[in-house]
């Protein structure tokens, strides 16, 4: 718990804008040694110092001490459809208590993470990227449409966590780190082309997360305008979506480009591979199959032929069944597991059911 309070106390600082110096002087600490040895956990907050702390950081004893949330601890990198998005606050706080939830009612043999990284670093070439996206896709034997058992692989191999939530408008998706555990959240109102690309994204982060560390928010552009880093994640996830060979098999049966089956043909090959449209024209362009201007002039059909299709259940089927051994075995009661995912017990309830689990309490 000290170690935890340490962190928590130096995530509120941070927020609040305050130097070590500053808070150190708020609390009555002669220097602010005393305050960064509190904050790595290398020394106690007394009861007197928590209360200071509460009244100078705005913070309630909740805030320090609730083992159902994550304020400090691991770090989050969100993904936006639109630049000069902001991540609200409150929503990160949120997020974390689902993926405390998570972790607190997990048996502890079932929250680790695989020691799989790839090797590469933001001086590593797009072309090794997507090999790297390549290579993974018959490691862990992904087959001819690999976004299909993307989900199941990042969750058996990687032993990572995938969330499909609600998040406000402008987050398209997130990854979130930790030494014991790592998650993958996925706006479940994305179209499935979109989505499959955002795991895919995503999943470049967690494995290259130490070498290649991610910005706290990002702007999604899968047509490679963004920043290094960025563009590096979108050839992984092109690459691992649309593998080469797959693609050029394809390729054979497709139509000229000026032909009227051109649009619907690109259209259908991008729903077999669940991926969108403007995603599969420019993995033609990265392969050299059409010019970028084709690719740029297809972008505003692309678009209107997205459709929305059925969106997964809220969390996902890992998330719900271990919530459901937690409540079994006592380790959380029904109304602190509802609380804590922004539920009533009866919208729990039919959590578990859209989820076609039994309801392991009763109404």
Known sequence: MQSVIGKRLKAAREKA?????????????KDRQTLAAIESGNRKLSADELLLAMQALNRDLEYFTDPFRLDGEGSFTWRTSAENVEVNDDFESRAGRWLALYRNVAKQKDVWTSPLRLALTTRSSYEQA????????NEWELGEIPAIKLEK???????????????PEGISGA???????????????DVAGRRS?????ELFHLLTWDTIKPDYSEY???QNKSKRSETLANCFASALLMPEDIIRTWWAQAPEEDETGWRSWVSDLAKKLHVTSSALLWRFVQLGMIEKKSAE??????EVNEIEEDKPPMFSLDFVKTLSHGLEEGRISVR????????SVDDLADLFREHSLEVPFDI
Request: hydrophobic content about 45%.
């Open 17 to 29: 804008g305050l130097t070590q110096q500053q808070l150190s002087s708020r609390l009555g600490f």
């Open 153 to 167: 692989a990042i969750s058996e191999r990687l032993r990572a966590l995938v969330l499909y939530i609600d998040p």
């Open 130 to 137: 997507h090999r790297a996206g390549e290579w993974l896709v």
């Open 220 to 222: 999604r552009d899968e």
């Open 297 to 302: 002039e297809s972008e505003e059909w692309s």
């Open 197 to 201: 690309f955002d795991l895919a994204h």
């Open 336 to 343: 602190r597991a509802a609380a804590s995912i922004d539920l």
């Open 175 to 189: 990854a979130f780190k930790l030494p014991e555990l790592s998650a993958i959240l996925i706006n479940r109102n």
